[in-house]
T-cell receptor, first 111, second 115 residues
Framework: KQEVTQIPAALSVPEGENLVLNCSFT??????LQWFRQDPGKGLTSLLL?????REQTSGRLNASLDKSSGRSTLYIAASQPGDSATYLC??????????FGGGTRVLVKP | GAVVSQHPSWVICKSGTSVKIECRSL??????MFWYRQFPKQSLMLMAT?????????EQGVEKDKFLINHASLTLSTLTVTSAHPEDSSFYIC???????????FGPGTRLTVL
């Protein structure tokens, strides 16, 4: 059974600092890995999707890496802004299309 | 990007009543949709996989007779919480799978409160 863990559970940084969010998964037989953002009381916004054959994906200030062999993915957010404050979730997708979510990292960027 | 809507966005009901939640893919067809439940300060837990034209596949521990799923068209899946009780109060989120790539796009969620 796939288990996904996110560390840290919460993170507070001053504006302008780079953010590093970690995600680990126990079963390396994944189809892809997705990173999402969730604002309080809202649904999920897809940020980046990394296929199992890829090593990283980039979108603007966001960069996500994937190391299947070690069961790890990292989301980097450069030059953080107060608007980046949210909960960030990673999810590993198995071949059967099921997404297994991590517990999330709550990020607070202080102005 | 693909857009998924949910209706209603929130609902309050009395214990014992049934509540229907709709999930629609607005600009694409989705043969597969997923229903998740999220309790406060917790992550999402998959409840069931909804396949167009066939029965839903439920995760272990999810009562199929309590959470009825109907995926009658390529753009609509419904979740009906039957005889709702206060412990069913939660945030219900659906997602739809987009091919190719299997990326999932999520709806805005439905907040259910059972009194």
């Amino acid at each position: 059974k796939q288990e996904v863990t996110q560390i840290p559970a919460a993170l507070s940084v001053p504006e302008g600092e780079n953010l590093v969010l970690n995600c680990s998964f126990t079963d390396s037989a994944i189809y892809n890995l997705q990173w999402f953002r969730q604002d309080p009381g809202k649904g999920l916004t897809s940020l980046l999707l990394i296929q199992s054959s890829q090593r990283e994906q980039t979108s603007g200030r966001l960069n996500a890496s994937l190391d299947k062999s070690s069961g790890r993915s990292t989301l980097y957010i450069a030059a953080s802004q107060p608007g980046d404050s949210a909960t960030y979730l990673c999810a590993a997708q198995a071949a059967g299309n099921k997404l297994t979510f991590g517990g999330g990292t709550r990020v607070l960027v202080k102005p | 990007g693909a857009v998924v809507s949910q209706h209603p966005s929130w609902v309050i009901c009395k214990s014992g009543t049934s509540v229907k939640i709709e999930c629609r893919s607005l600009d694409f067809q989705a043969t597969t949709m997923f229903w998740y439940r999220q309790f406060p300060k917790q992550s999402l837990m998959l409840m069931a996989t909804s396949n167009e034209g066939s029965k839903a596949t439920y995760e272990q521990g999810v009562e199929k007779d309590k959470f009825l799923i109907n995926h009658a068209s390529l753009t609509l899946s419904t979740l009906t919480v039957t005889s709702a009780h206060p412990e069913d109060s939660s945030f219900y989120i659906c997602s739809a799978r987009v091919l190719p790539g299997n990326e999932q796009f999520f709806g805005p969620g439905t907040r259910l409160t059972v009194l």
